[in-house]
């Protein structure tokens, strides 16, 4: 017995026949193979940033040991130079004739020559403390 057609029978039977199943196989081809894609290339950054983390990691605590010695080795050649700028007053106030031909500004050098200003050691200083 054949069933009367009713009208949304007749609608999606059309609508199907407008449809190329060969075009739709294409089409989930092509979206599966870039979802595979897609998947490589989100395993791909993964491991790109979890290298790039570790690598930081290691990068991060070298340049805080580096900066350590850094301000380290300033504060040693700031002593060594102020030891160096007492002796030199010593030696200028036990024998005045034998630096009377040099001008006092060149052997008692003062602190205001420093080329790195004092509130930047104490910027690096505090940076290290926070770490």
Known sequence: MDLPDSASRVFCGRILSMVNTDDVNAIILAQKNMLDRFEKTNEMLLNFNNLSSARLQQMSERFLHHTRTLVEMKRDLDSIFRRIRTLKGKLARQ??????????????????????????????ATSEQST
């Not at 052997?107 to 020559?113: K, N, P, S």
């Open 95 to 124: 024998h005045p004739e034998a630096f009377s031909h040099i001008p006092e500004a060149s052997f008692l050098e003062e602190e205001d020559e420093d080329p790195i200003p004092p509130s930047t050691t104490t910027t690096i």
